[in-house]
């Protein structure tokens, strides 16, 4: 399994970013996703998830702006809308959800 994130920049707050994550040898309807987030000197979060099902989550500080969703069977994409400087950070793509398999990383930095 590979996972390939892209779709970060630079960005002013209340802007919006479309992060894309393309997996080979995996197939997002069958297995969770999830979008986490690390920003300098803190732990990686999770940002959010989509399950086979099609459920998904959220972390209470993005509720509302991000949106998570598959738009094939192998992309699973992260709109991002009402951007804050807070959500600066460096995104990362997972799958299966919870798995040690993570994509490259693509940063989003938010000015003020």
């Known amino acids: 399994v590979q996972l390939q994130a892209s779709g970060g920049g630079l960005v002013e707050a209340g802007g919006s970013l479309r992060l894309s994550c393309v997996g080979s040898?995996?197939?997002?309807?069958?297995?969770?996703m999830g979008w986490y987030r690390q920003a300098p000197g803190k732990q990686r979060e999770l940002v959010a998830a989509?399950?086979?099902?099609?459920?998904t989550n959220y972390a209470d500080s993005v509720k509302g702006r991000f949106t998570i969703s598959r738009y094939n069977k192998n992309t699973v994409v992260l709109q991002m809308n009402s951007l804050k400087p807070e959500d600066t950070a460096v995104y990362y793509c997972?799958?299966?959800?919870?798995?040690?398999?993570w994509g490259q990383g693509t940063l989003v930095t938010v000015s003020s």
């Open positions: 997972n799958a299966p959800l919870g798995s040690g398999i």
């Open positions: 040898g995996i197939i997002f309807s069958v297995n969770g």
């Open positions: 989509i399950t086979s099902g099609g459920t």
